[in-house]
Each structure stands twice: as C-alpha cells, then as structure tokens.
C-alpha cells in the first residue's frame, strides 16, 4: 500500500491534474494547489478519495507560507513536491511588457524558487522534488522569450539545490515537456483555430504521430517522485514524443 503523500503546485487543470489522477490511481495522498477556488473544488471533486484542495498563489510568498503551515498540520512531513504551477503568455521579445514579464517570473520562477525553499523544513528525508520546465530551455520557438528565461532560471537552480539539500536527503529532477495539449493553449492567446493547426502539426510530423496529452506525462513525473529513482540527480527527463530530435 502506498502512503506518500505528494503536493503538487497548479494541480487543477492540465499536466498537475493529470498527474495527480495518476498518482491518486496508485494509492499516493495528493495535495493539489490553485489561484481559484472553483477550479479546486471541480478538480478534487473529480479526482476524488486521497485528493486535497489548497487555495494558494504560488507568485505570493505569504501563500506559500499559509499552504506550509497548513500542509504541516494537517498532513505533518511530506515525501514529494511536483512544482508545476506555470504560466505562458505568446509575446514577441519586442513586445514584452515589464508587466508580462513580471507575471511569468513571478509565478514560474520566483513562485517555484520560494515553494522549493519553504517546503524545505516537511520534506522528509528521504524525498524527492521534480520541477516541471520545458522543452524550450534547449530549443528556440518564436514568442516565448521570458517564459523561456523563466524556465532556464528553473532547470539552472536544479545542481545547486542536488548540493544544499544533498544533508536533508532531498533530490530534485526535472521533467522536460514538449508542446503538450492543455488548457494553457488558450490561456496564452492562441484562437480555437490556432490550436486546432498545432494538433494537426503535431500528428503529421510527431514520431508519435499525435500532441503530445498531460497523461503522457504524468508516469514520467510518477517514476522521479517514487523510490524508483532513488538516486537520481538533477537528471532531466525529455518527454516530447522525440519532436526535437
Ligand atoms: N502544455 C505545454 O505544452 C507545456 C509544455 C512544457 C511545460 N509546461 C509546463 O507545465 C506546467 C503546467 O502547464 P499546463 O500545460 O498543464 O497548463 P494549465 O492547464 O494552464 O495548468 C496550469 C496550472 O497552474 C496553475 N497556476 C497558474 N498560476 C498559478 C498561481 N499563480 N498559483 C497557483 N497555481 C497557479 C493553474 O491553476 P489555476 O488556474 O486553477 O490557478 C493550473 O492548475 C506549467 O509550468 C507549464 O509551463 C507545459
């Protein structure tokens, strides 16, 4: 019987949602996070026994704050953290604005960097922490240039936190996803027919033959939280379908 108990930060919708389905099928206690309590309410209504709902901006350290101390009470230590809540939103380099900048930072890398550093004190020792950042690290697309930085400054914090946190017997990894179909499509500006073409890309030129969808990967995030990759370190897992071959 599995016992661990796992937060994921941005579980309501897309890959968070998909993988704390897959962790709840395999028995693990889920604490999933969210700006908006409907979308917490829907997603563990739907995910059911084993799920938890917490209110919290991961861009607001007093949240993250909030969320540890309720998290520590309620649950005591935990075995994992998924930090997957992100955001992107199109804009060419050109065209980005101090506030576009300052909202995706905020939220993927400052929001990730501070959860990290205030779920030290419950992680357990052992336990592991996977940080969800993208394929676009090491491949250029067009209009994604702070969200890029944003994920960069995430996989750069990767070494050095395997080193400082190496006493309290916490690991980090990173899950590296391709184009991924999700709610985060239309959240970042792109109109129905947009979508609809990148689909269409995907299954003419994917070794996959298809987009990728977040239950491709949440097996992948299931394996760097478990026992099985106990002595992983900062190892970054590729999950695109091999689109960037
Ligand atoms: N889809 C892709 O192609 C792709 C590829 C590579 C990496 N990723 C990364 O995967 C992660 C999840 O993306 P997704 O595609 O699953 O998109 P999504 O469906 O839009 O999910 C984003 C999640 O993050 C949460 N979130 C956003 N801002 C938040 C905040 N300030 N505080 C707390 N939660 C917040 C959202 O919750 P609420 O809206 O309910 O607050 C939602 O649960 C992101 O980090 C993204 O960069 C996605």
């Known amino acids: ?60 350290l007093s949240d993250i704050d909030d969320l540890v101390m309720k998290i520590k009470k309620q649950f005591g230590k935990i075995d994992g953290l998924f930090v997957n809540a992100g955001v992107f939103k199109a804009s060419s380099f050109e065209e980005t604005s101090e506030e576009l900048f300052e909202e995706t930072m905020n939220i993927n890398f400052k929001g990730a960097f501070f959860a990290v550093q205030k779920f030290v004190p419950i992680l357990k020792n052992p336990s592991s922490i996977v940080l969800n950042t993208s394929i676009v690290v090491f491949k250029a697309f067009t209009n994604t240039s702070v969200y890029t930085a944003s994920k960069a400054a995430l996989e750069s914090l990767s070494k050095v936190l395997n080193i400082e946190l190496k006493d309290k017997g916490i690991r980090v990894n990173i899950v590296s996803p391709g184009v991924t179909e999700s709610p985060i499509q239309k959240k970042s500006g792109m109109t129905d027919e947009a979508i609809n073409n990148l689909v269409e890309h995907f299954s003419s030129t994917s070794p996959i033959g298809r987009i990728l969808v977040p239950k491709d990967i949440a097996p992948i995030v299931e394996f760097l939280l478990s026992d099985k990759s106990l002595v992983l370190r900062n190892e970054k897992i590729i999950v695109d379908g091999g689109t960037t071959l």
Not at 1 to 24: D, H, R
Not at 26 to 41: A, D, P
């Open 1 to 60: 019987m599995n016992t661990k108990i796992i937060v994921i930060t941005g579980g309501t919708t897309g890959i968070g949602f998909a993988c704390a389905e897959y962790l709840v099928s395999l028995n693990y206690q889920v604490i999933i996070t969210s700006r908006t309590k409907e979308n917490l309410e829907e997603a563990t209504s739907r995910l059911g026994n084993n799920s938890f709902g917490m209110l919290s901006d991961t861009s607001s």
